[in-house]
């Protein structure tokens, strides 16, 4: 589908990625830009990229009652970025019930509420697409993010099981697969980094270009080696403790 023109709504839009896709959704010509986050009062420096078309919107995405409140606050989108994303550090015998519940309540639940939510709208607004920033650790483990990983595998699964329903609606589901990107989600980390405009750009490219799942910037080369010795990318991941 076509950028220009479109209606987007992105989740974790006051900072990070999601407010690098508000700024290249904005600059490639679309109409109107849903910027949500939990605190509304966060998004001032997203919605100063373009008062006219950025629509500041509450939202948590795991939060039955605040999703339909934003379904009923945007019922002209055509394209649904789930972008909000929870990491919470440890491994896999350290793990608490606590951080497993948030990652797997924002990073799958989350999903999956958004994207049953928005299905009707964007159907019924002729069809479109729905972006879920998943990431490579969706079928590569790093062992320190263990519930991090483990909701986003969960994720994965979600959207191809989605896939197949929203296809004959007309709605295309587009997995991205980034690398470490550059943000305050892995601050601190001492890793390889992606920026936010490169990973950005590549997944609106493969948006465009009707691709249904991307793997962005850096994570391409990841991808061909996995692809290539499954278990040596398992192993050098196994190093990330
Ligand atoms: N950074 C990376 O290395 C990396 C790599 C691969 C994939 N990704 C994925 O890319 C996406 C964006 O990541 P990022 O790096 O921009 O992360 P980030 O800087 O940590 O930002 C996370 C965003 O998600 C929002 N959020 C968290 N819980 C939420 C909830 N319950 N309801 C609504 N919004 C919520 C946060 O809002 P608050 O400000 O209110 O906390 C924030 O806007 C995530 O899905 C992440 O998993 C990131």
Known sequence: MEIQDSIVLVTGANRGVGQEYVAQLIKTGAAKVYACARNPDSLGATVALDPGRVVPLQLDVTD?????AAAQAAGDVNLLINNAGSLTFGGALEATDAGLATDMAVNNDGLRRMTQAFTPIIEANGGGAVVNMLTLLSF?????????????????SMAMSLRAYLRPKGIQIINAFPAGIDTDMLAGVDAPKD????????????????????YPASAADVFDAWRTDQKSVEAAFGEMM
């Open 64 to 68: 039955s009652g605040s999703v339909e």
């Open 140 to 156: 590569v483990s790093a062992p320190g993010f263990a519930g991090y990983n483990a909701s986003k595998a969960a994720a994965w």
């Open 195 to 214: 920026s936010p405009e490169a990973v950005v750009r590549d997944v609106l490219a493969a948006v465009v270009a009707g691709h249904e799942d991307v």
